[in-house]
């Protein structure tokens, strides 16, 4: 149970006069998301944003949302604003110089579809606008450096126009996809470097793609591609050696080293465009929760995309968080009652989540022949074992 609501704390001395119940650092995906979700919740919410606009951006990352996001989406009224998106109905997993694949599909699983495929600068720009409709205040061109907490509320400093602001708040919500370690001052945080780059782009196929994902395990890391209106979205994890390579690649050594790499099951590769890289690293905080404060999405786990569970995972954070807050919304949002609520609510699904990506990075990421044939008898097993794959499918899509 948490305590008694308070009224409004009295504000350290600052530029700002207003104070706020709820302070959110970040409108990307996860932050938006649960500001949206405290719409009507009664309380008085400040979105810091450091970007100009909040719909903006070109970020060329191409998503696969599970069928699970879209219900929480729908909730949230933003499914309408991504549409379209490509559904995937079939993901076919294998790896590379072992036998054993599995094929997951949405029929198994009594579903129009196990996830749906959308760019994520679609996704920001429909965030962006929900943002930007009024029922949540919004400062763009605001970059939060500092925070302190104190018994009753925290202060939060942020830089804007050149002016440097201070603001009180009862609970900060930290969802700036890990950006400063200036916020996350008593946070234990967790690295673990891959030594891998994910190289994304959009390809183009001799073969239609019938709405099939594939997921290739190879020893340099993984290989994905995602259907995506008439083509697929790419992601090819390498070594920083072989992304460097293959960012300077001209168009047709590129699609040749591809078609070697992934062989010929989606057809010729004909066209790349878009190319882009990400470097890749676990960052996990071991507990999302300070005093006064909570990390949520990529600032409380930024994961390997291998399983493309990142946005999924910090989507459900952002509704669990909205869901407990607005529950709960006569009492006073920053205590440790209420905090530990959220805690133990996302525990299981944040550590199943970080482990399941992790193992798939380590597991299928070498070319020891022991472990290649465990592999693939793993993923022959699941394949002969129904319920196994279901309650797997069933992880991958809702959560823990
Ligand atoms: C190559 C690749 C492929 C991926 N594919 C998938 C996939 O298929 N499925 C999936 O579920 N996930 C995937 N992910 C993960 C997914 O992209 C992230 O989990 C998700 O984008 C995180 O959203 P976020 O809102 O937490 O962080 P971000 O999107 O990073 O947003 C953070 C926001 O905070 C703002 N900000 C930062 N610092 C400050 C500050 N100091 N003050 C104010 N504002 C600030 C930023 O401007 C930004 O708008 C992938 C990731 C990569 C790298």
């Known amino acids: 149970m948490c305590p008694p609501g308070t009224a409004a704390i009295p504000l350290a001395p600052s530029l700002n006069t207003q104070a706020y119940d709820i302070v959110i650092v970040g409108g990307g995906p996860v932050g938006a998301a ?19 606009d909040a719909g903006g951006g070109n970020d060329a990352r191409t998503l ?21 998106v490509t ?25 129009p579809a196990l996830g749906y495929v959308v760019p994520h600068a679609r996704l920001q720009q429909a965030f962006g606008k929900a943002l ?21 509320g925290i202060t939060i400093e942020f830089h804007r126009q050149g002016i440097l602001h201070s603001i009180a708040a009862r609970l900060l919500i930290i969802a700036d996809g890990g950006a400063g370690a200036g916020l996350r001052v008593g946070a234990t945080v967790k690295t673990r470097e891959y030594g891998q780059h994910a190289v994304v782009g959009l390809v183009e196929t001799s073969r239609p793609h019938e709405f099939k994902a594939y997921e290739r395990f190879t020893p ?19 070594t920083p050696e072989t992304a460097d390579r293959l960012m300077a690649l001209a168009t047709v050594p590129f699609l040749e080293s ?42 409380a786990q930024a994961l390997h995309p291998i399983a493309g569970q990142g946005f999924n995972l910090g989507l459900r954070d952002a509704w669990e968080l909205g ?38 990075v380590k597991i299928f990421s070498n070319d020891f022949a022991p472990l290649r044939a465990a592999r693939g008898a793993g993923l022959s097993l699941l394949e002969l074992v129904p319920p196994a794959k279901r309650a797997f499918m069933q992880r991958m899509i809702f959560g823990a």
């Open 220 to 238: 340099d890391g993984p290989i994905a591609l995602l259907p995506f209106e008439h083509r697929y979205a790419l992601v090819w994890t390498a």
């Open 258 to 299: 591809l078609q070697r790499h992934f062989g010929d099951r989606a057809g010729r590769f004909m066209s790349i465009e878009a190319r882009a890289r990400f470097p890749l690293t676990l960052r996990y905080a071991s507990d999302p929760v300070l005093a006064r404060a909570v990390m949520l999405g990529n600032a």
């Open 64 to 84: 696969a949302m599970s069928y699970g996001s879209r219900l929480i989406l729908e909730r949230l009224a933003i499914w309408p604003q991504i549409e379209p």
């Open 132 to 152: 930007e409709s009024g029922q949540t205040t919004l400062m763009t061109g605001a970059r939060v450096i500092s925070m302190e907490s104190t018994v009753d």
């Open 87 to 111: 559904p995937i109905e079939i993901i076919h997993v294998s790896q590379r110089g072992g036998f054993g694949r599995t094929l997951l599909s949405a029929q198994e699983v009594d579903l």
């Open 323 to 360: 869901e407990t807050l607005a529950r709960n919304a006569a009492l006073d949002p920053g205590s440790d009652e209420c905090l530990s609520s959220y805690r133990a609510l996302r525990r299981s699904d944040r550590f199943r989540g970080i482990a399941l990506t992790h193992s798939l």
């Open 34 to 52: 649960v500001a949206i979700a405290l719409h009507g919740s009664g309380f008085a919410v400040l979105v810091l944003e450091a970007r100009p």
